[in-house]
């Protein structure tokens, strides 16, 4: 389970990375101010923890024994 959501996780972390420079810039990164990167990272981390969250709870909930509940 933690490989999943980690192999899922950062899937989602550098996917959003990448598209939110790529909708701003467009293929010339020249062109980025460090605004642009401060904001897809901040982005791509908020991504990660919504939606990687219930995977970790699923994966917490069966080390502690209480299965799938």
Avoid: C, H
Avoid at 46 to 52: D, I
């Amino acid at each position: 389970m933690t490989a999943l959501r980690e192999i899922y996780g950062s899937a989602l972390f550098f996917g959003s990375y990448e598209t939110i420079i790529r909708a701003y810039t467009g293929d010339d990164r020249s062109k980025a101010n460090s605004w642009i990167f401060l904001q897809a990272g901040g982005v791509a981390g908020l991504t990660y923890n919504l939606l990687t969250y219930p995977v970790d709870m699923i994966k917490s909930n069966i080390q502690a024994g209480y299965g799938w509940k």
